[in-house]
């Protein structure tokens, strides 16, 4: 039936070319839309991902828009409904997706800069989607940091990618974990103790903070004592992104829809939104 | 076959855990019982303390099956009690919700319990497969003794819209009247049902029995009236205790019942026994039809009579309506004043005569209280009924045996989880 | 757009002569109250009512709003619904026409919402003024509500004898052509006026403030420990909410049919209000707190959409407070605010 | 997909185990997904080879517990039915009463040949996956849980309160009927069915995961409602969510 009206809550299906186990509770899946058509995503954007009959959650896209491949990426845990029926498909299988949607990293305000990022636990699966976007226009920044922390050795994301950025011409990595098991030998701990062994050069740095709520605080207090201007650190903000159009209400922080003004915010933004802290 | 051990654990298709027990030493049965293995619930304890609003409200929670049924003999106990009489519409609203669960009591028995047995096969299920038509039209007749509930009632199972001296909400006239449209559609599939159970065969056993249930005047009595045998006497349902005892017999956590003879049998058959000239002229034409005439001592014939019920219900239902509808129902002022003392309420349930008997304070809170549940009294009359028809058995294999002796239990429609609670409770008659 | 009149006599015909061709909705009598009722007849409408127990948005937004249904089969397929029956809301008070004319703008803003902007666009708004205040916690005058300013096609107000007729667009001048209606003359106009100046005087405020201030009052009192105060009479029920006629806020969800593997995806009308409006899959809720639960709700209503749109998302109407058994009244937050 | 599933009743009125037959519009369709192979109420199969189990019912007796944790074992995915079930439901009633008593009244010198121990609800022995509130179980609900675990996602059950539903459905307050109502501490899911029919909740779904008690008795108390009369409401079908708290 030809409508004058579009939905943008029907999404549009794609498929899952590949599927595979990332850690015990993370999947990693490469998707392509049915029409072949590019995603067209910022890095730090999410999509709404379908599964037809249980629903639908919003995911972080984690690969960057200069990928080659003919899709783009997303790293998943199974910790709800349609998360869950998402790890029990198989490959081959058709989604629905929406979006991309919010606003990601803001690439040009970037530009230039020093980048440091700062990951904890899932938080490395939108940052990767910048990280890599930064190693394949590396001339475009300056140094590039990550600091990754996780919960256990296991956990880790994209053990071999990390080794890959490491390889990468000034590309400082280093990661930390919570429980250390018997074959950790790096560093053990909360992610701002890895803050005393970088080397940045304050005014210079773009600080980007991706992770659980509770890392927030800390690490904005490290990054201001080490002189990173307010103006220039980024937030990525989690919250229930249920319409990702501005509609339903779920992700709404004082008078701001997250999915529509961020998951990305600027520091000196969220320091006046009460309740996004 | 001179030697027999039967042991049916938890018989199927009735509703509570019973298990069947049989032995036959040289040809001599020594024992044939029904064990009711049922939890035992204690409703006359936990109606201890409570107030006059809320016992419907828990003695609804006895039976899923027959909660209308439980929560009209509680309604009827109390308004004994505290000497209310409810008004004329209270009344039709309450015989036509009784239609209505005699509609879904009936056919859910007679054609998901019994109907398997009956077609030679293990349940509804594969019924489904084999005779779909028929399930269909089982699911059309019992969606409309449901929906005659929930419109009425509010729902089916634990009715919510019931209380003393009237209902807390009435049914839109509208509903109503459509819902007497399709009463008078499921004529057609009654008729096909008819046509069915000509087709069926049922076991040939008699047995001479005594037969209790309310006496109708001018009406089939479901809702009141004395009691009535058919070995002749009668009595007052509020002097029930004088007529009929109970006895605990272990291991059945449901008690026995009995009234002048060892056993007596309560329900479709002792109703269609005791009131056929009473029933409306299409369901006696039913029972023209399928050969029921009265007196009938075969148990087996429960089922037609609750097809014979069903039809009378069907219609009945419509005509309550039509009186409903003809003088325009009004919102009704329901004053109850508590006063201590005894009150009875008995109804017909589709299994049988159910009697509730409450004993008040002046607070109205519940001091003592006793249900006497249908299945409860048919347990003796099953049990005699089992050792009547075992010697005529025993020529046939083991299974076979089991086989109709599962289906004699059916046949009184069990509902066992009912039975599980009861003994005389010594009342204070001053 | 002009202004009309149609004698009380005609309104009857008029009504009964839009049933066959528009579903028609208006006020009826339930017991002691009212609701939004299709109507087969406008015998069955209730003009002098006072409000209903949920506003009309219900006919807009309804609480159950399938948005597409996925056959499995060769695909999946996907098929939007869309409702396009034509409706007519009759009888709307000038507090709920504010209501639906805020809701206009916030589904229209942004990625707009077809679901809504179908309905929408198939639906016809015929108001009808009330006479007086509806009751005691109604405060639409404080709230810049007593006449309608944008949202209706008709809007009746009782003359007596007949009805001064606002036509708002030209959908409503396209009704009005249906017969009953006349050009209002000097003298409607002079009553219509007058009647407009009556109610104006029968209506007292019921805030102790100007409302222009309320943005500002609300942002100033972010932490005021009457947040905390107000926990005490909260359930978390979401009744507030529910009778609100700006509120829109949703969830979405997936239902199966059984016999097929096709399934339904819907929204149905969520609540800020509920414990768990805010927690994400993980765990985490983000305003799991009753008294932050509390302020957003009254935050949203005084002050968000004051500043985006310039209308408040409370039309004064008093349905929260009458709906909340511990009597949390947004009119006395307000003025308990401002201290 | 199809699933093989039990349906088990313990202490309870069956009332539960019987709505999983009135959904008259939906049964073929359901019996079509789902094969009953162990249902004594309404077939003779007895097989211990199950998917999902359905317990109907409170947990009384000694030998239920061992029965129950076998079926546990069994089934994939467990699904406690209706208020016994769920929260042992109105028979914890009997809880208020002593024990021997209790034996006494009902069975009188023959009490000594029956068990009977507290009321408990099927989780205080076995993990249970799902629920299905209300007394009798909603039969919606029913299909949606059904269907939801063929589908593989997490039922639609909510966790607010029933006055939630109950202004959606435009319903006049009950409290406004002058009536007392446990609607704002207990689950929705019913359709606010009594006060629909202007009855006040008996709160038979249980509570919402964490119900503003004190608010609520706040509501009751300015209704006019004594000590006494709250109690009595809080122990009709929560008796035993008070017991593991604070008994009410």
Same mark, same amino acid.
């Given at each position: 039936?030809?409508?004058?009206?579009?939905?943008?809550?029907?999404?549009?299906?794609?498929?899952?070319?590949?599927?595979?186990?990332?850690?015990?509770?993370?999947?990693?899946?490469?998707?392509?839309?049915?029409?072949?058509?590019?995603?067209?995503?910022?890095?730090?954007?999410?999509?709404?991902?379908?599964?037809?009959?249980?629903?639908?959650?919003?995911?972080?896209?984690?690969?960057?828009?200069?990928?080659?491949?003919?899709?783009?990426?997303?790293?998943?845990?199974?910790?709800?409904?349609?998360?869950?029926?998402?790890?029990?498909?198989?490959?081959?299988?058709?989604?629905?997706?929406?979006?991309?949607?919010?606003?990601?990293?803001?690439?040009?305000?970037?530009?230039?800069?020093?980048?440091?990022?700062?990951?904890?636990?899932?938080?490395?699966?939108?940052?990767?989607?910048?990280?890599?976007?930064?190693?394949?226009?590396?001339?475009?920044?300056?140094?590039?940091?990550?600091?990754?922390?996780?919960?256990?050795?296991?956990?880790?994301?994209?053990?071999?990618?990390?080794?890959?950025?490491?390889?990468?011409?000034?590309?400082?990595?280093?990661?930390?974990?919570?429980?250390?098991?018997?074959?950790?030998?790096?560093?053990?701990?909360?992610?701002?103790?890895?803050?005393?062994?970088?080397?940045?050069?304050?005014?210079?740095?773009?600080?980007?903070?991706?992770?659980?709520?509770?890392?927030?605080?800390?690490?904005?207090?490290?990054?201001?004592?080490? !002189?990173?201007?307010?103006?220039?650190?980024?937030?990525?903000?989690?919250?229930?992104?249920?319409?990702?159009? !501005?509609?339903? !209400?779920?992700?709404?922080?004082?008078?701001?829809?997250?999915?529509?003004?961020?998951?990305?915010?600027?520091?000196?933004?969220?320091?006046?939104?009460?309740?996004?802290? | 076959?001179?030697?027999?051990?039967?042991?049916?654990?938890?018989?199927?298709?009735?509703?509570?855990?019973?298990?069947?027990?049989?032995?036959?030493?040289?040809?001599?049965?020594?024992?044939?019982?029904?064990?009711?293995?049922?939890?035992?619930?204690?409703?006359?304890?936990?109606?201890?303390?409570?107030?006059?609003?809320?016992?419907?409200?828990?003695?609804?929670?006895?039976?899923?099956?027959?909660?209308?049924?439980?929560?009209?003999?509680?309604?009827?106990?109390?308004?004994?009690?505290?000497?209310?009489?409810?008004?004329?519409?209270?009344?039709?609203?309450?015989?036509?919700?009784?239609?209505?669960?005699?509609?879904?009591?009936?056919?859910?028995?007679?054609?998901?319990?019994?109907?398997?047995?009956?077609?030679?096969?293990?349940?509804?299920?594969?019924?489904?497969?084999?005779?779909?038509?028929?399930?269909?039209?089982?699911?059309?007749?019992?969606?409309?003794?449901?929906?005659?509930?929930?419109?009425?009632?509010?729902?089916?199972?634990?009715?919510?819209?019931?209380?003393?001296?009237?209902?807390?909400?009435?049914?839109?006239?509208?509903?109503?009247?459509?819902?007497?449209?399709?009463?008078?559609?499921?004529?057609?599939?009654?008729?096909?049902?008819?046509?069915?159970?000509?087709?069926?065969?049922?076991?040939?056993?008699?047995?001479?029995?005594?037969?209790?249930?309310?006496? =109708?005047?001018?009406?089939?009595?479901?809702?009141?009236?004395?009691?009535?045998?058919?070995?002749?006497?009668?009595?007052?349902?509020?002097?029930?205790?004088?007529?009929?005892?109970?006895?605990?017999?272990?291991?059945?956590?449901?008690?026995?019942?009995?009234?002048?003879?060892?056993?007596?049998?309560?329900?479709?058959?002792?109703?269609?026994?005791?009131?056929?000239?009473?029933?409306?002229?299409?369901?006696?034409?039913?029972? *023209?039809?399928?050969?029921?005439?009265?007196?009938?001592?075969?148990?087996?014939?429960?089922?037609?009579?609750?097809?014979?019920?069903?039809?009378?219900?069907?219609?009945?239902?419509?005509?309550?309506?039509?009186?409903?509808?003809?003088?325009?129902?009004?919102?009704?002022?329901?004053?109850?004043?508590?006063?201590?003392?005894?009150?009875?309420?008995?109804?017909?349930?589709?299994?049988?005569?159910?009697?509730? *008997?409450?004993?008040?304070?002046?607070?109205?809170?519940?001091?003592?209280?006793?249900?006497?549940?249908?299945?409860?009294?048919?347990?003796?009359?099953?049990?005699?009924?089992?050792?009547?028809?075992?010697?005529?058995?025993? =020529?046939?294999?083991?299974?076979?045996?089991?086989?109709?002796?599962?289906?004699?239990?059916?046949?009184?429609?069990?509902?066992?989880?009912?039975?599980?609670?009861?003994?005389?409770?010594?009342?204070?008659?001053? | 757009?002009?202004?009309?009149?149609?004698?009380?006599?005609?309104?009857?015909?008029?009504?009964?002569?839009?049933?066959?061709?528009?579903?028609?909705?208006?006020?009826?009598?339930?017991?002691?109250?009212?609701?939004?009722?299709?109507?087969?007849?406008?015998?069955?409408?209730?003009?002098?009512?006072?409000?209903?127990?949920?506003?009309?948005?219900?006919?807009?937004?309804?609480?159950?709003?399938?948005?597409?249904?996925?056959?499995?089969?060769?695909?999946?397929?996907?098929?939007?619904?869309?409702?396009?029956?034509?409706?007519?809301?009759?009888?709307?008070?000038? /507090?709920?026409?504010?209501?639906?004319?805020?809701?206009?703008?916030?589904?229209?803003?942004?990625?707009?919402?077809?679901?809504?902007?179908?309905?929408?666009?198939?639906?016809?708004?015929?108001?009808?003024?009330?006479?007086?205040?509806?009751?005691?916690?109604?405060?639409?005058?404080?709230?810049?509500?007593?006449?309608?300013?944008?949202?209706?096609?008709?809007?009746?107000?009782?003359?007596?004898?007949?009805?001064?007729?606002?036509?708002?667009?030209?959908?409503?001048?396209?009704?009005?052509?249906?017969?009953?209606?006349?050009?209002?003359?000097?003298?409607?106009?002079?009553?219509?006026?007058?009647?407009?100046?009556?109610?104006?005087?029968?209506?007292?405020?019921?805030?102790?403030?100007?409302?222009?201030?309320?943005?500002?009052?609300?942002?100033?009192?972010?932490?005021?420990?009457?947040?905390?105060?107000?926990?005490?009479?909260?359930?978390?029920?979401?009744?507030?909410?529910?009778?609100?006629?700006?509120?829109?806020?949703?969830?979405?969800?997936?239902?199966?049919?059984?016999?097929?593997?096709?399934?339904?995806?819907?929204?149905?009308?969520?609540?800020?209000?509920?414990?768990?409006?805010?927690?994400?899959?993980?765990?985490?809720?983000?305003?799991?707190?009753?008294?932050?639960?509390?302020?957003?709700?009254?935050?949203? %209503?005084?002050?968000?959409? %004051?500043?985006?749109?310039?209308?408040?998302? /409370?039309?004064? /109407?008093?349905?929260?407070?009458?709906?909340?058994?511990?009597?949390?009244?947004?009119?006395?937050?307000?003025?308990?605010? %401002?201290? | 997909?199809?699933?093989?599933?039990?349906?088990?009743?313990?202490?309870?009125?069956?009332?539960?185990?019987?709505?999983?037959?009135?959904?008259?519009?939906?049964?073929?369709?359901?019996?079509?997904?789902?094969?009953?192979?162990?249902?004594?109420?309404?077939?003779?199969?007895?097989?211990?080879?199950?998917?999902?189990?359905?317990?109907?019912?409170?947990?009384?007796?000694?030998?239920?517990?061992?029965?129950?944790?076998?079926?546990?074992?069994?089934?994939?995915?467990?699904?406690?039915?209706?208020?016994?079930?769920?929260?042992?439901?109105?028979?914890?009633?009997?809880?208020?009463?002593?024990?021997?008593?209790?034996?006494?009244?009902?069975?009188?010198?023959?009490?000594?040949?029956?068990?009977?121990?507290?009321?408990?609800?099927?989780?205080?022995?076995?993990?249970?996956?799902?629920?299905?509130?209300? $007394?009798?179980?909603?039969?919606?609900?029913?299909?949606?849980?059904?269907?939801?675990?063929?589908?593989?996602?997490?039922?639609?059950?909510?966790?607010?309160?029933?006055?939630?539903?109950?202004?959606?459905?435009?319903?006049?307050?009950?409290?406004?009927?002058?009536?007392? $109502?446990?609607?704002?501490?207990?689950?929705?899911?019913?359709?606010?069915?009594?006060?629909?029919?202007?009855?006040?909740?008996?709160?038979?779904?249980?509570?919402?995961?964490?119900?503003?008690?004190?608010?609520?008795?706040?509501?009751?108390?300015?209704?006019?409602?004594?000590?006494?009369?709250?109690?009595?409401?809080?122990?009709?079908?929560?008796?035993?969510?008070?017991?593991?708290?604070?008994?009410?």
């Amino acid at each position: 039936m030809n409508h004058k009206y579009v939905s943008p809550y029907v999404p549009r299906l794609a498929e899952l070319v590949t599927a595979r186990q990332l850690t015990s509770r993370e999947k990693f899946f490469e998707v392509r839309l049915q029409d072949g058509s590019a995603l067209g995503h910022q890095p730090g954007q999410f999509v709404e991902v379908s599964v037809f009959g249980v629903g639908e959650a919003p995911i972080s896209v984690s690969s960057s828009p200069t990928s080659q491949g003919l899709g783009f990426e997303l790293c998943v845990r199974d910790a709800g409904s349609v998360t869950h029926a998402l790890h029990e498909l198989p490959e081959g299988s058709t989604i629905g997706i929406r979006g991309p949607y919010g606003r990601g990293f803001p690439l040009d305000e970037l530009k230039g800069n020093d980048l440091l990022f700062v990951a904890g636990g899932l938080g490395l699966v939108p940052m990767r989607s910048m990280i890599n976007y930064a190693v394949d226009n590396r001339a475009d920044f300056g140094r590039l940091t990550l600091l990754y922390g996780s919960r256990t050795p296991a956990d880790l994301l994209f053990a071999d990618e990390t080794e890959r950025w490491r390889g990468t011409p000034d590309f400082h990595v280093a990661t930390t974990v919570d429980l250390a098991d018997g074959a950790w030998t790096g560093q053990v701990g909360p992610i701002t103790k890895l803050f005393g062994g970088v080397a940045i050069n304050p005014v210079r740095t773009s600080a980007l903070v991706v992770g659980p709520p509770v890392m927030f605080r800390f690490v904005l207090k490290s990054l201001l004592m080490m !002189g990173v201007y307010e103006s220039r650190v980024y937030l990525s903000l989690e919250r229930r992104m249920k319409c990702g159009v !501005g509609k339903c !209400g779920h992700c709404q922080i004082d008078d701001v829809y997250v999915c529509q003004k961020g998951p990305v915010f600027p520091y000196t933004r969220v320091r006046k939104l009460p309740e996004a802290l | 076959m001179k030697n027999l051990d039967i042991k049916v654990e938890h018989v199927t298709r009735v509703e509570g855990h019973g298990n069947i027990v049989v032995k036959v030493r040289d040809g001599r049965v020594e024992d044939a019982r029904l064990d009711i293995v049922e939890s035992p619930r204690f409703f006359e304890v936990m109606l201890q303390g409570r107030s006059w609003q809320e016992a419907s409200w828990i003695t609804s929670r006895i039976c899923g099956i027959c909660a209308v049924t439980h929560s009209t003999a509680s309604l009827k106990a109390t308004e004994d009690a505290f000497g209310i009489v409810p008004s004329a519409q209270t009344v039709l609203l309450r015989k036509l919700l009784l239609d209505g669960e005699y509609i879904q009591s009936h056919v859910l028995h007679v054609y998901f319990l019994v109907a398997p047995d009956l077609l030679g096969v293990g349940s509804v299920v594969p019924l489904a497969g084999t005779h779909i038509e028929v399930v269909r039209m089982a699911l059309r007749l019992k969606k409309l003794g449901n929906d005659l509930c929930a419109l009425v009632g509010g729902r089916h199972v634990h009715p919510v819209a019931m209380k003393v001296n009237g209902f807390t909400s009435l049914p839109e006239p509208a509903g109503l009247a459509s819902a007497r449209e399709r009463l008078v559609a499921a004529r057609a599939d009654l008729d096909a049902t008819v046509e069915l159970f000509k087709t069926l065969r049922i076991p040939a056993f008699t047995r001479e029995t005594e037969y209790l249930s309310l006496k =109708g005047v001018d009406e089939y009595p479901l809702y009141d009236g004395d009691m009535m045998s058919s070995d002749g006497y009668v009595f007052k349902p509020r002097g029930y205790l004088e007529s009929i005892k109970e006895t605990v017999v272990p291991p059945s956590s449901a008690k026995h019942v009995a009234a002048r003879r060892d056993s007596y049998m309560v329900g479709a058959l002792a109703r269609f026994n005791n009131n056929h000239g009473l029933l409306h002229k299409r369901a006696k034409a039913v029972a *023209d039809a399928v050969g029921l005439s009265a007196p009938c001592h075969n148990p087996f014939m429960i089922n037609v009579a609750q097809l014979v019920e069903t039809v009378h219900c069907v219609e009945h239902a419509a005509e309550t309506i039509d009186m409903l509808l003809g003088s325009g129902m009004s919102v009704e002022v329901s004053d109850v004043r508590p006063i201590a003392g005894r009150g009875v309420g008995v109804v017909e349930a589709p299994r049988g005569t159910l009697y509730h *008997d409450y004993t008040y304070g002046a607070d109205g809170m519940i001091t003592g209280a006793n249900c006497i549940i249908p299945t409860g009294q048919n347990l003796a009359n099953i049990e005699a009924d089992m050792q009547g028809i075992l010697p005529g058995l025993l =020529g046939g294999t083991e299974a076979d045996v089991a086989q109709t002796l599962k289906m004699l239990v059916r046949a009184y429609d069990p509902c066992i989880s009912c039975a599980t609670h009861s003994i005389e409770v010594v009342f204070d008659r001053g | 757009m002009g202004l009309m009149a149609i004698d009380k006599r005609d309104l009857s015909a008029f009504i009964d002569g839009l049933i066959p061709q528009w579903e028609v909705v208006a006020p009826v009598p339930v017991e002691f109250k009212y609701a939004f009722r299709k109507v087969g007849s406008f015998q069955d409408v209730a003009l002098d009512y006072t409000n209903t127990m949920l506003p009309p948005k219900k006919f807009l937004l309804p609480q159950r709003d399938e948005l597409f249904s996925c056959n499995p089969e060769g695909g999946p397929s996907l098929t939007p619904r869309f409702d396009e029956t034509p409706r007519v809301l009759f009888g709307v008070h000038s /507090c709920d026409v504010h209501g639906i004319w805020l809701l206009d703008d916030i589904l229209a803003e942004g990625c707009s919402d077809p679901h809504y902007l179908c309905r929408r666009s198939n639906t016809l708004i015929i108001g009808l003024d009330c006479k007086g205040p509806c009751h005691d916690n109604a405060f639409c005058k404080d709230m810049g509500t007593l006449k309608p300013a944008g949202g209706f096609d008709l809007f009746l107000t009782d003359l007596g004898e007949r009805y001064a007729v606002q036509v708002g667009t030209g959908a409503g001048t396209a009704l009005a052509e249906r017969g009953g209606f006349y050009m209002a003359d000097f003298e409607v106009r002079e009553e219509f006026f007058a009647a407009w100046q009556k109610k104006q005087s029968g209506f007292p405020n019921r805030i102790g403030y100007d409302t222009a201030a309320l943005p500002n009052i609300l942002a100033e009192s972010y932490d005021d420990i009457i947040w905390e105060a107000l926990e005490m009479r909260c359930f978390d029920c979401g009744a507030c909410t529910t009778v609100c006629p700006t509120c829109y806020c949703f969830d979405v969800l997936d239902e199966n049919d059984i016999g097929t593997d096709r399934s339904i995806r819907y929204r149905r009308w969520d609540s800020c209000q509920l414990q768990d409006f805010a927690a994400v899959a993980g765990g985490a809720n983000f305003r799991g707190k009753r008294s932050d639960r509390l302020r957003h709700r009254l935050l949203r %209503k005084g002050k968000y959409f %004051k500043e985006k749109f310039g209308r408040f998302a /409370c039309v004064g /109407c008093g349905r929260c407070g009458r709906s909340c058994l511990l009597h949390i009244d947004v009119r006395d937050v307000f003025n308990q605010l %401002k201290g | 997909m199809t699933v093989r599933a039990g349906v088990f009743a313990f202490t309870s009125c069956e009332g539960c185990s019987l709505i999983t037959l009135e959904v008259e519009d939906r049964l073929l369709e359901i019996l079509g997904r789902v094969e009953f192979v162990n249902f004594r109420e309404a077939i003779d199969d007895k097989s211990d080879d199950y998917d999902i189990a359905f317990i109907d019912g409170a947990i009384t007796r000694e030998h239920e517990v061992g029965e129950l944790m076998k079926i546990r074992e069994r089934a994939a995915i467990l699904v406690a039915m209706g208020a016994c079930a769920v929260q042992g439901g109105l028979y914890f009633l009997k809880e208020y009463h002593e024990p021997g008593e209790t034996l006494a009244y009902v069975y009188g010198d023959k009490a000594g040949q029956f068990d009977t121990m507290p009321v408990r609800p099927v989780s205080q022995y076995v993990k249970v996956d799902h629920s299905l509130y209300g $007394c009798p179980i909603d039969k919606r609900e029913f299909v949606e849980v059904v269907t939801a675990l063929l589908s593989g996602r997490r039922p639609n059950i909510p966790d607010y309160p029933v006055c939630n539903e109950c202004r959606m459905s435009e319903n006049i307050c009950v409290f406004e009927r002058g009536l007392a $109502c446990m609607g704002p501490v207990t689950r929705a899911g019913c359709g606010a069915i009594c006060p629909s029919r202007h009855v006040g909740c008996f709160g038979c779904r249980g509570m919402v995961d964490k119900p503003a008690l004190d608010q609520h008795r706040a509501v009751l108390t300015e209704r006019g409602l004594t000590e006494e009369e709250i109690t009595a409401r809080y122990r009709m079908f929560n008796g035993h969510w008070g017991s593991a708290h604070e008994k009410p």
